[in-house]
C-alpha cells in the first residue's frame, strides 16, 4: 500500500514537472511580448523561396553587422550580448556587442556570433530570424514578403520585443501593415 502511494506521488510530480516547462516557456513569451521594448528591425532581400521550408517566413535583417575593437578575439557561434538603439529612421541598430550581460541598459539581446571578418567586423545571427504563421498564408506570405523585400521604395520590417535579453518576434510588417493581413487579402 505504501508503495502504491509512493509510485503515485512520483508520477503526480513528473507530470507537474512536465507541465511547468512548457507553461513557464509560454508564459516568459507572453511576457515579454506584452512588456518588453519594441523595435524594428529592418529587414533584406533573401534567396527565392524554398518548398521545403514551409509554414515560416525566412527573415534576413540589414542591421546585423558590427565594427569591433581588434583587441577581444572573437569566435564563430560565441553568445554574446547585443545592445540596440533607433537610428534617426525609428529601426533597430546595434551599437555595441559583449561577453557580458550589459550592467546599465535594458535594450539587449543575447544572441551569437555568425560570422567574424578579420576581427574587425562581426555579423550577428539574430534568434528571431522565422515568423511562424497558419500553413494556409504562409506560402503566400513568403512570396509577398520577398516582392515587397526586393522593392526598395517598401519598408519590410521586423516588429520585435526585448525584455532582459530575451527576444519575441512579434510581426513582420510591410509599410506599417501586417504580412498576415496582406497575406489573408491576396
Given at each position: 500500500?505504501?508503495?502504491k502511494?509512493?509510485?503515485?506521488?512520483?508520477?503526480?510530480?513528473?507530470?507537474?514537472?512536465?507541465?511547468?516547462?512548457?507553461?513557464?516557456?509560454m508564459?516568459?513569451?507572453?511576457?515579454?511580448m506584452?512588456?518588453?521594448?519594441e523595435?524594428?528591425?529592418?529587414?533584406a532581400p533573401i534567396?527565392?523561396?524554398?518548398p521545403?521550408?514551409g509554414?515560416y517566413?525566412?527573415l534576413?535583417?540589414?542591421?546585423?553587422?558590427?565594427?569591433?575593437?581588434?583587441n577581444?578575439?572573437?569566435s564563430?557561434?560565441?553568445?554574446?550580448?547585443?545592445?540596440?538603439?533607433?537610428?534617426?529612421?525609428?529601426?533597430?541598430?546595434?551599437?555595441s556587442i559583449?561577453?557580458?550581460k550589459?550592467?546599465?541598459?535594458?535594450?539587449?539581446?543575447?544572441?551569437?556570433?555568425?560570422?567574424?571578418?578579420?576581427?574587425s567586423?562581426?555579423?550577428?545571427?539574430?534568434p528571431?530570424?522565422?515568423?511562424?504563421m497558419?500553413?494556409?498564408?504562409?506560402?503566400?506570405?513568403e512570396?509577398i514578403y520577398?516582392?515587397?523585400s526586393?522593392?526598395?521604395?517598401n519598408?519590410?520590417?521586423a516588429?520585435?520585443?526585448?525584455?532582459?535579453?530575451?527576444?519575441v518576434?512579434k510581426?513582420?510588417r510591410?509599410n506599417?501593415v501586417?504580412?498576415?493581413?496582406l497575406?489573408?487579402?491576396?
Open positions: 500500500m505504501k508503495n502511494k509512493i509510485t503515485l506521488l512520483i508520477f503526480i510530480l513528473v507530470v507537474i514537472a512536465q507541465l511547468y516547462v512548457p507553461l513557464q516557456m508564459f516568459n513569451q507572453e511576457d515579454i506584452k512588456t518588453g521594448t523595435f524594428k528591425f529592418q529587414t534567396d527565392p523561396y524554398d521545403f521550408r509554414k517566413i525566412t534576413f535583417f540589414k542591421e546585423r553587422e558590427i565594427t569591433v575593437q581588434n577581444i578575439k572573437w564563430n557561434g560565441e553568445t554574446v550580448f547585443a545592445t540596440l538603439t533607433i537610428d534617426k529612421n525609428g529601426f533597430a541598430k546595434i551599437s559583449s561577453k557580458m550589459p550592467k546599465n541598459s535594458e535594450s539587449y539581446i543575447k544572441t551569437k556570433i555568425s560570422l567574424g571578418y578579420l576581427d567586423k562581426i555579423i550577428i545571427d539574430f528571431f530570424n522565422r515568423y511562424y497558419n500553413e494556409d498564408i504562409a506560402q503566400k506570405a512570396k520577398q516582392g515587397f526586393i522593392k526598395k521604395k519598408e519590410t520590417y516588429l520585435v520585443a526585448v525584455k532582459n535579453g530575451e527576444a518576434l510581426d513582420v510591410i506599417d501586417s504580412i498576415k493581413d497575406a489573408s487579402k491576396k
